[in-house]
């Protein structure tokens, strides 16, 4: 038998599922960025690693405004969530050299949302060739980098790209 070893996958495992805390609210409350995975800061919305990705570089794009619902976010916090993906696409085909991405917005438990009390936007990089048998035949998606390893390129594509200057309340 054949193993593959995902130690990081015990901390999703074991945490508290009925958790009240948003993540969503509390990565860009703390003040340790890399900690948090929080990758850059807008003035109304944040792009937040995931820590439990489908592939290496999922990113989120969040308002910090706590709202599952769309019609509550206004007409600059729209603008601004949507400035973020198309930076985010910028980023990840920076550091990622991604071929295509899955971009999109579960609404409700239903509809798939994991965090379904806050919105957010998943910002996926695809490759070709990057689906295998393990999700179809083991339950089980491979991940080829660390997270802290992808966060040191997002973060070094944001300051190439220029990224950064969008916005002075950027914190690393």
Not at 44 to 72: C, E, K, Q
Request: aromatic share 6%; hydrophobic share 40%; glycine share 8%.
């Amino acid at each position: 038998m054949e193993r593959l070893w995902a130690p990081w996958r015990i901390e999703y495992i074991t945490s508290p599922k009925d958790n009240n805390e948003c993540v969503l609210c509390a990565a860009p409350a703390g003040t340790n960025d890399e900690e948090t995975l929080l990758v850059y800061r807008g003035s109304r919305n944040f792009i937040l690693m995931n820590r439990f990705p489908y592939s290496p570089g999922h990113l989120l794009v969040a308002p910090y405004l706590h709202t599952a619902d769309l019609a509550d976010l206004s007409g600059e916090t729209g603008v601004e969530h949507l400035e973020l993906v198309r930076l985010c696409v910028d980023l990840l085909s920076d550091a990622t050299r991604a071929d295509g991405f899955n971009i999109g917005l579960n609404l409700g438990r239903v509809a798939g949302a994991g965090l379904d009390k806050h919105l957010h936007t998943h910002v996926v990089p695809r490759w070709q060739g990057d689906s295998n048998f393990m999700p179809v035949l083991a339950d089980t998606r491979v991940m080829s980098e660390s997270l802290s390893s992808m966060y040191s390129k997002l973060r070094n594509a944001l300051e190439r790209t220029g990224g950064l200057s969008r916005n002075p309340q950027v914190s690393g």
